[in-house]
């Protein structure tokens, strides 16, 4: 038996319909969202959990919490687990932080490893205080299943972080669309994605929201 971490990226939100940013704004799920979380404890609840870890944020928390319930387990929040920091773009549009930031947009987009938006955080830093939960799990729980709750860009660098793969390139190689799970197991040979942004645990309409 080995550990398996699974990560689930919160449910939909205002954001996540739009593709505005949004890192520390704190939204809570739209009604689909909250129905993605449902079905998810639905289909999931079935397996034997060891953990749930979980970003601070009301998004991450209420897609947690059916499961949670489900299985009688209390969550572990931990502030590693947050989204990219988006400093001065928080709110804005794509179109409006092109138009206002254009020069630091364009370093973004192009090497997000070391040019993080304007007062915000880098991949680096990201997989930095990301990899510190990773460890206390790896470290806690040597085998079976924990669930990991957070946001499409930490979740990508963790992922990036964990098979080798150039943090720049988060947004070019991994995707994480709303309620997607991935699930990596960690064995003698290092960390094995099995599954990538599996989304079939939900109805049909839930998968073919337009979104982010």
Same mark, same amino acid.
């Given at each position: 038996?080995?550990?398996?971490?699974?990560?689930?990226?919160?449910?939909?939100?205002?954001?996540?319909?739009?593709?505005?940013?949004?890192?520390?704004?704190?939204?809570?799920?739209?009604?689909?969202?909250?129905?993605?979380?449902?079905?998810? #404890?639905?289909?999931?609840? *079935?397996?034997?959990?060891?953990? $749930?870890? /979980?970003?601070?944020? !009301?998004? @991450? %928390?209420?897609?947690?919490?059916?499961?949670?319930?489900?299985?009688?387990?209390?969550?572990?929040?931990?502030?590693?687990?947050?989204?990219?920091?988006?400093?001065?773009?928080?709110?804005?549009?794509?179109?409006?932080?092109?138009?206002?930031?254009?020069?630091?947009?364009?370093?973004?987009?192009?090497?997000?490893?070391?040019?993080?938006?304007?007062?915000?955080?880098?991949?680096?830093?990201?997989?930095?205080?990301?990899?510190?939960?990773? #460890?206390?799990?790896?470290? *806690?729980?040597?085998?079976?299943? $924990?669930? /990991?709750?957070?946001? !499409?860009? @930490? %979740?990508?660098?963790?992922?990036?972080?964990?098979?080798?793969?150039?943090?720049?390139?988060?947004?070019?190689?991994?995707?994480?669309?709303?309620?997607?799970?991935?699930?990596?197991?960690?064995?003698?040979?290092?960390?094995?994605?099995?599954?990538?942004?599996?989304?079939?645990?939900?109805?049909?309409?839930?998968?073919?929201?337009?979104?982010?």
């Amino acid at each position: 038996m080995s550990l398996k971490i699974y990560f689930l990226r919160h449910g939909e939100t205002t954001y996540s319909k739009t593709g505005g940013f949004c890192g520390d704004l704190d939204p809570e799920l739209t009604a689909e969202g909250s129905q993605m979380a449902a079905q998810f #404890a639905a289909t999931y609840a *079935k397996l034997p959990w060891d953990a $749930v870890y /979980v970003s601070p944020m !009301k998004r @991450t %928390i209420a897609t947690a919490k059916p499961l949670c319930d489900a299985v009688g387990i209390e969550m572990q929040v931990r502030d590693g687990l947050r989204e990219i920091k988006y400093g001065e773009w928080e709110g804005k549009t794509l179109e409006s932080v092109k138009k206002e930031y254009t020069e630091d947009y364009i370093n973004w987009l192009t090497e997000p490893a070391w040019n993080a938006p304007n007062g915000g955080e880098t991949s680096v830093q990201i997989a930095s205080r990301a990899s510190l939960v990773i #460890a206390e799990i790896e470290e *806690k729980y040597k085998n079976g299943n $924990v669930l /990991v709750v957070s946001h !499409k860009a @930490t %979740i990508r660098i963790i992922l990036c972080s964990l098979l080798g793969i150039d943090l720049g390139r988060y947004r070019d190689r991994i995707s994480a669309l709303a309620a997607s799970v991935s699930i990596v197991k960690f064995d003698v040979r290092g960390p094995l994605l099995e599954v990538l942004g599996d989304r079939s645990y939900m109805d049909e309409n839930l998968r073919n929201l337009p979104g982010t």
